[in-house]
C-alpha cells in the first residue's frame, strides 16, 4: 500500500518530448482571445473532469490580465483572473482570487513555470492544494499547460489543458 502513495508523490511536471524550440512569451502568446480544453484527472479515484475554458487576455506594458471562463463537464461555470506582473524579464508575480499569497511564475528555457497554492471546494470541504504548472508552445501553434496537483508532497491530480489562440 505505501508504494501506491510513493508512486503518486508530485514531481515538477517534465516536456514528454524534446523542449520545444519556440520560446513561449506569456504576453504574447496570451493576449488577445485563447481557446482550450482540458481535463483534471483525481490521482485518488481515477475521476476525469473535462472543461473548457476561453480566455481574453490583455497586455498593459506591466502586468498581463487573464480572464478566463471555465464550462465544466457537469454544467458549472466559473470565473477566474489572473494578474501576472512582470518584475523582472521572465519573471512575473501572479494573483488570483483563489490563489493564497502569490505565485511565482518564471522563463525556464522555452517554457514557463507557474508555482502556486489554491483553496479547492471538494464533497469533504475545502483543501489546500499545490499546482506546479508548465507551459510550453507545441510544435502546430498550440499552447500545452501540464500540471501536477499535489497536499503535503503527495500528488492527487493533474491537469492537461491544450489551448489554441484565436488568429490575430
Sequence with gaps: ?????????????????????T??????????????????????TGGETKFSVVIDGAWDGKVLTLIEDFTYS????????????????????GSREDVIDTADVRQDG???????????????????VRFQDLLYLNADGSIANVAVVSKFG??????NITMRPQSR
Design 154 to 159: 503527495l500528488r492527487v491530480g493533474r491537469v
Design 1 to 21: 500500500m505505501a508504494g501506491v502513495f510513493l508512486s503518486g508523490c508530485a514531481t515538477i511536471p517534465e516536456f514528454s518530448a524534446p523542449p520545444p524550440a
Design 110 to 128: 522555452n517554457g514557463v513555470r507557474l508555482d502556486y497554492y489554491v483553496t479547492l471546494a471538494t464533497g469533504l470541504g475545502d483543501i489546500d
Design 23 to 44: 520560446k513561449l512569451v506569456l504576453e504574447k502568446a496570451l493576449a488577445g482571445r485563447t481557446f482550450g480544453d482540458g481535463v483534471f484527472v483525481n490521482s485518488i
Design 74 to 93: 457537469d454544467g458549472l461555470q466559473e470565473r477566474k483572473t489572473w494578474r501576472l506582473t512582470r518584475t523582472a524579464d521572465g519573471v512575473y508575480s
